[in-house]
């Protein structure tokens, strides 16, 4: 069991982590346009909207709450200290888990039952899908069977993912865990290791920089009575955009 919770706990995580980095850093080198979603949408865009609302803000936001728990856990268990504001926090996590799931769900029906995705979709999509799908199922299955989480999860698990960053894992703390909090650990380590390999890899290039950026002013200085008459051969001068 020893040697199994080593393996799981702290020689997994390692190795998720620098394959993580390193193939992140070979794929932006010699694929660099492989940065991307690569989105089937031109393809079928019916049914995809809803699902990727939920599924991407879904996800961002448990992301997000994960690492506050991580980063800053005396601050969580002092939030949770109210009971109200405890009952907040759970309802949320809980209904951002269920947006992701609902959002997953719907793009893997998607990507199932309209055919011309199929010449696009790759074994590695298929597989990414289904792993992020069991993922957010044992986060729900934690959440409903583990009450409280956000509490011992900043007294508990934090402390054990920051001491694998600081190279001192103490797996002492989750070897003790319930079988389902262990799989959900592993799961996140497995999905870190993968990200280089499948399309997750675009989060890493998100446009993030429109948010603070300047707006961009665009002036047409075309006649586009013009440009949109079939007569016009405009394509041998073609209109010229600012």
């Not at 070979?26 to 991307?36: C, D, I, L, N, Q």
């Not at 055919?115 to 790759?122: A, F, K, M, Y």
Request: with cysteine; aromatic share 14%; glycine share 6%.
């Amino acid at each position: 069991m020893n040697l199994l919770n080593n393996l799981l706990f702290v020689a997994l995580h390692y190795v998720a982590i620098v394959v993580f980095f390193v193939g992140i850093i070979y794929r932006y080198r010699t694929k660099g346009f492989t940065y991307s979603s690569l989105s089937s949408q031109f393809l079928e865009g019916r049914g995809m909207r809803l699902p990727v609302l939920l599924f991407h803000w879904g996800l961002l936001a448990i992301i997000l709450l994960h690492l506050l728990i991580v980063l800053f856990p005396s601050a969580v268990v002092a939030w949770n200290s109210n009971p109200m504001r405890l009952l907040l926090h759970e309802i949320l996590a809980f209904a951002f888990g269920l947006c992701a799931l609902l959002g997953m769900v719907g793009l893997l029906i998607r990507r199932f039952t309209y055919p011309r995705l199929q010449p696009v979709t790759s074994r590695m999509d298929i597989a990414i899908e289904l792993l992020l799908l069991t993922q957010i199922l044992l986060g729900l299955w934690t959440a409903l069977g583990y009450r409280w989480g956000s509490t011992w999860f900043a007294a508990d698990l934090s402390p054990y993912l920051l001491s694998i960053v600081r190279g001192n894992p103490r797996i002492d703390v989750v070897s003790d865990m319930p079988t389902v909090i262990k799989l959900h650990v592993v799961g996140a380590f497995v999905i870190l290791g993968l990200v280089p390999f499948t399309r997750l890899v675009h989060f890493l290039v998100a446009p993030l920089h429109y948010t603070w950026r300047s707006y961009q002013q665009v002036i047409w200085y075309w006649d586009r009575s013009r440009v949109r008459a079939s007569q016009t051969a405009w394509t041998t001068n073609p209109p010229k955009n600012n």
